[in-house]
């Protein structure tokens, strides 16, 4: 599989469009460049950016892609202390001069600081930097628990205490407490990578106090002066939404969604966003970070909604509620892996999170205005059936907010920042008299594996049955080599080896195996095709019922007969209402009917139409139907 690519929009940058190699000679709108040939022809081509494309480097191409969560915890500590001490030298904050200075301060040679630079352009991801594998030493960089328990104890009781100890201290006391133990002590490099891995603030409060650290780095009041030009800067929060939605078959209530949302700060345009059944957590927060950083045009296209939403790329910073989903470590490497820079927002400072809520809340107000909404409130609500109401579903809630999102809210005057978030966001990228415009952002070509970058995975040893997820089978031919594999340098025990699945919660129908030789992702289905695709909260919630009715022993028949029973159950419900409905309408017409033949009485019987006419009076009674 192809790494992430990227298509940077630039004057003068080199891009692939219908079959061709152009230059971009001129930007001209967030949707559209124009394109010189690289054959030195003059016959210019206006071309939308969302059909360009990377010119495909051959030294990428040859380079395997690595995934994020089969990186090695002392490995992604290796990369990241060298993408420390090159960063500088990739940003242009130091001279060329100096870059010999660097290497001698990091006892390297500057060959090594070239290569390390080299290797980083390529990708601009900080997996390129990971250490090489070498040949049968796989494993054997894994620390025991016993070394990890004495690392961790010895950075706290020696170094992120008020003494303020040197890093070289902390060493000493690892090697004394393995000497003790009797165990092999780790390189000093492991010990220094785990103390540069702790952040500034987290050391400036252990080492000088919360007070020092609180004036170093707690925000003034409305500081976001770094939120200087689009995608400096997201907020992302989620919030439970103001709507009853209905199932894509039957039509029948299921329940309130969530949303995750994130804003651009800079110019308060909506930059992505997820709706699912389940709470907040690493899915929904990573789905919503892909959605903001990819482009919009295929998103528009699956959603059927005309219109513009040229959000995309990578941020630079985003601002988050202080939630566990940023705590995990898929997450967090998914951000350093794109050079992401998480910050999170401060206990009981609600002006940290300002835009976004104002965001959630306009939007929460538009849902009112819909059928199946609950309203902010139960006085709001009063006698409004919200369940009876309920009309859309999660696709058709997600069609109504993206229209929402880009043919209103994008257009309209926003009093923050005294016009439309679409014409900030435009002066941002293109500047202005006031503003020196940031350029259009490199767009991800690559979709696919930057979604599954942001995913969690699960860790499953390979049976001759393939794998069990959730008490579901799921097999490929590309398992078979890995069937009751053993991990390499487990000696005697014979400890069996474990491989990386991801799924997307919308079609748990196909989960994706990570091949660590091929270093490629494969679509591995259901063992037994014949079972129907199902969502994540359709599995949940088939659990659930089995858990009420007290079967101790879950297993795939007893899902997918749940799944058909609810099914069953779904559509019984729905013919019952129908009927009822019927049956309804039908004494509303005759009751209608006879009280029209009462009021206007004469001495012949008038005859009653058994069959409804296309036109005529009968108009109200439809009416009535709708209401019932």
């Not at 129908?509 to 992702?521: L, N, R």
């Not at 695709?533 to 007969?561: H, M, Q, S, V």
Request: aromatic share 10%.
């Amino acid at each position: 599989m192809a790494m992430v690519e990227k298509v940077k929009i630039a004057p003068g940058e080199k891009v692939a469009y219908a079959g061709n190699t152009f230059y971009i000679k001129r930007l001209l709108d967030l949707q559209t460049v124009l394109l010189e040939p690289t054959n030195g022809s003059t016959n210019y081509v206006r071309a939308e950016i969302k059909f360009l494309a990377p010119v495909s480097d051959l030294e990428n191409q040859q380079r395997k892609e690595v995934d994020l969560s089969s990186i090695h915890e002392d490995d992604w500590l290796v990369a990241q202390n060298r993408y420390a001490i090159i960063r500088p030298i990739i940003t242009g904050e130091v001279s060329p001069g100096e870059v010999n200075a660097i290497a001698k301060a990091a006892a390297l040679h500057i060959s090594t600081i070239y290569r390390w630079i080299e290797r980083y352009n390529q990708t601009g991801k900080i997996s390129s930097l990971v250490p090489s594998e070498k040949s049968g030493g796989k494993g054997k960089s894994r620390l025991s628990s016993e070394i990890e328990a004495i690392i961790q104890a010895s950075i706290e009781e020696v170094y992120l205490n008020r003494q303020r100890k040197s890093i070289k201290k902390v060493v000493e006391e690892v090697m004394m407490r393995c000497k003790n133990a009797s165990i092999k002590p780790p390189h000093p490099n492991t010990i220094q990578y785990r103390i540069r891995t702790i952040s500034e603030e987290e050391k400036l409060k252990q080492r000088y106090g919360a007070s020092r650290a609180k004036e170093v780095f707690e925000p003034t009041a409305g500081r976001y002066s770094e939120a200087a030009f689009p995608y400096s800067v997201i907020q992302i929060d989620h919030t439970k939404v103001d709507i009853i939605l209905v199932d894509e078959h039957h039509r029948q209530p299921i329940g309130r969604p969530w949303i995750t949302v994130a804003i651009d700060v800079f110019s308060r345009m909506v930059a992505g966003f997820y709706v699912s059944f389940d709470p907040p957590g690493a899915i929904g927060t990573g789905m919503c970070l892909a959605h903001a950083i990819l482009p919009k045009e295929m998103w528009l296209a699956e959603h059927e909604v005309t219109g513009d939403w040229p959000c995309w790329g990578v941020m630079r910073t985003i601002h988050a509620d202080n939630a566990k989903e940023f705590r995990g470590n898929m997450l967090r490497k998914a951000a350093e892996e794109y050079g992401i820079n998480l910050e999170w927002r401060p206990v009981k400072e609600p002006r940290w999170g300002g835009h976004i809520e104002r965001l959630v809340g306009t939007l929460m107000n538009e849902t009112h205005t819909l059928p199946g909404t609950t309203f902010s409130n139960p006085n709001q609500r009063k006698d409004y059936d919200s369940e009876k109401m309920a009309a859309l579903t999660l696709f058709e809630f997600e069609k109504w907010l993206t229209t929402f999102i880009v043919n209103v809210y994008h257009n309209k005057v926003h009093k923050g920042i005294g016009t439309s978030p679409l014409a900030l966001y435009n002066e941002g990228v293109f500047g202005s008299p006031k503003q020196v415009g940031s350029g259009l952002p490199e767009r991800i070509f690559n979709e696919r594996k930057l979604n599954l970058d942001f995913l969690p995975y699960v860790e499953r040893t390979i049976q001759d049955y393939g794998v069990i997820i959730d008490h579901i089978q799921y097999y490929h031919g590309v398992l078979r080599k890995w069937i009751n594999a053993i991990e390499r340098g487990s000696g005697k025990a014979r400890v069996k080896r474990k491989f990386i699945f991801k799924r997307d919660p919308r079609d748990i129908s196909v989960v994706y195996f990570y091949d660590p030789e091929i270093k490629e992702y494969f679509e591995i289905p259901y063992r037994n095709t014949a079972h129907p695709p199902i969502t994540i909260w359709e599995y949940r919630e088939i659990e659930r019922k089995l858990a009420e009715e007290g079967k101790a022993n879950i297993d795939e028949a007893a899902i997918f007969e749940g799944y058909e029973k609810l099914k069953e159950l779904e559509a019984a419900a729905v013919n019952k209402t129908q009927v009822t409905r019927r049956l309804k309408n039908t004494v509303k017409r005759t009751e209608s009917l006879s009280k029209s033949v009462k009021s206007n009485f004469q001495e012949d019987e008038p005859q009653i139409e058994t069959e409804e006419p296309s036109n005529g009076p009968i108009k109200p009674f439809d009416d009535l139907d709708n209401n019932i």
